[in-house]
């Protein structure tokens, strides 16, 4: 079953960040810190965007797309495309899905948005 539940979106923190470092109150290095490990996700697994880096402003940031969950076993913590989620959220039950955005060019990074994910029986969170 796809659908997004539990949804969290990061943006308004991202751009908080941002601001902080174009007013500089925080330094980009203090920012674009994406550890060796992520900057290869977003080489191998990464999906393009078309969105400016917001710190460079030279290249269009990178999404890698973590999954993290108990039912997952080996997959758990690991860097998937967008067209697996389809086919896990078949699969499990529930598990969580983390966007990270990645500039490969200055290593910017910040969560975007979480959101679960699965066949699970859907949230009961609202209804009478
Ligand atoms: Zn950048």
Same mark, same amino acid.
């Given at each position: 079953?796809?659908?997004?539940?539990? =949804?969290?979106? /990061?943006? %308004? &923190?991202?751009?908080?960040?941002?601001?902080?470092?174009?007013?500089?109150? !925080? $330094?980009?290095?203090?920012?674009?810190?994406?550890?060796?490990? $992520? %900057?290869? &996700?977003?080489?191998?697994?990464?999906?393009?965007?078309?969105? $400016?880096?917001? =710190?460079? #402003?030279? #290249? *269009? @940031? !990178?999404?890698? !797309? /973590?999954?993290?969950?108990?039912?997952?076993?080996?997959?758990?913590?690991?860097?998937?495309?967008?067209?697996? $989620?389809? =086919?896990?959220?078949?699969?499990?039950?529930?598990?969580?899905? /983390?966007? =990270?955005?990645?500039?490969?060019?200055?290593?910017?990074?910040?969560?975007?948005?979480? /959101? @679960?994910?699965? *066949?699970?029986?859907?949230?009961? @969170?609202?209804?009478?």
């Amino acid at each position: 079953m796809w659908s997004q539940r539990r =949804v969290v979106d /990061y943006g %308004l &923190a991202k751009r908080a960040v941002v601001r902080s470092v174009r007013d500089g109150r !925080t $330094l980009p290095r203090d920012v674009c810190d994406a550890q060796p490990y $992520l %900057l290869r &996700a977003a080489r191998h697994f990464g999906e393009p965007t078309e969105r $400016l880096c917001p =710190v460079c #402003e030279r #290249e *269009n @940031v !990178t999404n890698v !797309t /973590y999954v993290y969950g108990d039912s997952l076993g080996r997959h758990a913590g690991q860097a998937k495309a967008t067209s697996d $989620l389809a =086919v896990m959220a078949h699969d499990y039950d529930e598990f969580r899905v /983390y966007v =990270v955005e990645v500039c490969q060019s200055c290593s910017w990074n910040h969560l975007t948005v979480t /959101y @679960v994910l699965g *066949n699970g029986p859907p949230d009961l @969170v609202g209804q009478p």
